[in-house]
């Protein structure tokens, strides 16, 4: 669905600007479509115009998967969460799966477009992959972002 709005017009030329509105409750991810516009100019009676975009959500946060490297027991790493929004919001609590992940909501923040979270993981006894997600709650229509940490614990 769009709008089309005439701009100028000069001799046999006219301009015009194209608007295209994606529905409130299209999936996050990008668009590419073709419009076809339909004309009175009987040598372009049918014109497809394409339309390429990215339908982005309210809130976001980067990077969606936190690769937190290789450690040795006891070993820790800190590394940072960008969440991104629309608009200002407040981030009301952060929690993991396990305590190896320490993340916490900054006490008396302001609401603003995008928050830096430092995330601190603490490699314990246990050797292997791990796997933990982090949950972010903010209060723009009580959003939860999951951001799944990994790291490998003993070299393997």
């Not at 830096?116 to 723009?140: H, W």
Request: glycine share 8%.
């Amino acid at each position: 669905m769009g709008t089309v709005t005439e701009t100028s017009r000069e001799g046999n030329r006219v301009v015009y600007d194209l608007k295209a509105v994606v529905n409130k409750d299209a999936p996050v991810g990008y668009v590419t479509e073709y419009l076809w516009l339909v004309t009175n100019d009987p040598r372009a009676r049918d014109i497809f115009v394409h339309v390429d975009g990215q339908v982005m959500a309210a809130i976001s946060v980067s990077p969606s998967s936190l690769l937190l490297g290789v450690l040795q027991p006891g070993q820790s790493v800190t590394k940072q969460l960008v969440v991104r929004g629309q608009k200002p919001f407040r981030i009301t609590s952060i929690r993991a799966d396990c305590g190896c992940l320490l993340a916490s909501a900054p006490k008396n923040q302001e609401s603003k477009s995008l928050h830096l979270i430092p995330v601190t993981f603490t490699a314990g006894k246990k050797t292997g992959k791990i796997s933990q997600t982090i949950y972010i709650e903010t209060d723009a229509d009580q959003t939860v972002l999951k951001v799944v940490a990994h790291a490998v614990v003993g070299g393997q």
